[in-house]
């Protein structure tokens, strides 16, 4: 039997569960902790699907007898996280602040924009959006 390592590549501050699949057949669900299988030699299709089903992506393993193989995911975020994070102090700091009138609208404008963005971004790499590597 080999062994199959599956683990999360960068710690989160609020780990999100996703849903691990093997040959499109559901294991359960992994949180944080590596996620460690015993699986007979052959090729398999390892699949990272987020708690958002549309959300997923998936590589080709080939495993030996007796081998170790490790694969790591991460998602392709972390301008947007930057983005969405100032975004967020911003909005705060608008809640207790007026901001002027040129500068408020034009705030919203960009914000929301960004936002719609995202969203098409998102649902143009949804099938890829975890970048799966093996180590």
Request: charged share 20%; no cysteine.
């Amino acid at each position: 039997m080999a062994l199959l390592t599956i683990s999360s590549k960068r710690k989160q501050i609020i780990n999100l569960p996703h849903y691990l699949l093997i040959d499109g057949q559901l294991l359960g669900l992994m949180k944080g902790k590596p996620v460690n299988i015993q699986l007979p030699a052959g090729n398999y299709e390892i699949t990272v699907r987020s708690a958002y089903k549309f959300i997923e992506s998936t590589v080709a393993v080939r495993i030996g007898d007796e081998e170790s193989k490790k694969v790591v995911f991460s998602d392709r975020e972390k301008f947007w996280n930057w983005l969405f994070n100032l975004d967020l102090v911003l909005w705060l700091i608008k809640r207790f602040i007026t901001i002027p009138a040129p500068w408020g609208g034009i705030y919203e404008i960009v914000s929301n924009g960004f936002f719609a963005i995202w969203l098409l971004r998102i649902w143009i790499i949804r099938k890829r959006y975890f970048k799966l590597e093996m180590v």
